[in-house]
């Protein structure tokens, strides 16, 4: 017996959504599930996208939500992917949008994961980039708020992220992040010529 699950898609955006990420959604796997999109274009900060977006799926009862960046290229299979791993919170391999070998995975060492080294199987980290997470719904009943923040150094730049800030604050209550290094996910950026 398949048990349908309401799942929110939930993407933060100040700017617009690109026409390849419109695309990805389009052709993303819906798996007989209920589906709820919420587009935050509200909002100072990342931060306050996000904690929208997780108001929204409180409100409309979501069992998962899936975050998808306003910038990101996935796969058909990425969401029913993260479900199958059954994971509270599972993220993806990306890079920022420039050219190097850092990803935005952070080691339980504290190390960030370079292309050279990802794993083949799916493995829990520190922190993972929300460009594409799957969070339990029930992470939010737990963790404190703000479930996302920002860390600045005093000369105004920042030291941690607000995807880093919540797997720290998953962290805190013991709730496991893990990565899916399977999907191919690409971060659009732009290039001078």
């Given at each position: 017996?398949t048990?349908?699950?309401m799942i929110?898609?939930g993407?933060?955006?100040?700017?617009?959504?690109?026409?390849?990420?419109?695309?990805?959604l389009?052709?993303l796997?819906?798996?007989?599930?209920?589906?709820?999109?919420?587009?935050?274009?509200?909002?100072y900060?990342?931060?306050?996208?996000r904690s929208?977006?997780?108001?929204?799926?409180?409100k409309?009862?979501?069992?998962?939500?899936?975050?998808?960046?306003?910038?990101?290229?996935?796969?058909p299979?990425?969401?029913?992917?993260l479900?199958s791993l059954?994971?509270?919170?599972?993220g993806?391999?990306?890079h920022?949008?420039k050219?190097?070998?850092k990803?935005?995975?952070?080691?339980p060492?504290?190390?960030?994961?370079?292309d050279?080294?990802?794993?083949t199987?799916?493995?829990?980290v520190?922190?993972?980039?929300?460009?594409?997470?799957l969070?339990?719904?029930?992470v939010?009943?737990?963790i404190?708020?703000p479930f996302f923040?920002?860390?600045t150094?005093?000369?105004?730049?920042?030291?941690?992220?607000e995807d880093?800030?919540?797997?720290?604050?998953?962290?805190?209550?013991?709730i496991?992040?893990?990565?899916?290094p399977?999907?191919?996910?690409k971060?659009i950026?732009?290039?001078?010529?």
């Amino acid at each position: 017996i398949t048990t349908t699950i309401m799942i929110t898609i939930g993407i933060p955006t100040n700017r617009g959504v690109k026409a390849k990420t419109v695309l990805s959604l389009l052709n993303l796997e819906r798996g007989g599930h209920e589906f709820h999109v919420v587009c935050a274009t509200e909002g100072y900060t990342i931060s306050e996208n996000r904690s929208y977006i997780v108001a929204q799926a409180m409100k409309n009862e979501s069992d998962y939500l899936l975050f998808v960046d306003d910038d990101m290229i996935f796969p058909p299979n990425t969401l029913t992917r993260l479900l199958s791993l059954d994971k509270d919170i599972v993220g993806i391999v990306s890079h920022s949008r420039k050219i190097d070998e850092k990803t935005t995975v952070q080691l339980p060492d504290g190390k960030v994961l370079i292309d050279k080294e990802i794993p083949t199987e799916t493995f829990q980290v520190k922190a993972v980039g929300a460009g594409i997470m799957l969070v339990n719904m029930k992470v939010f009943e737990i963790i404190d708020k703000p479930f996302f923040n920002t860390e600045t150094h005093s000369n105004g730049f920042t030291l941690m992220g607000e995807d880093s800030w919540f797997c720290r604050q998953a962290e805190r209550k013991e709730i496991e992040v893990w990565c899916d290094p399977t999907l191919e996910i690409k971060h659009i950026g732009d290039f001078s010529y």
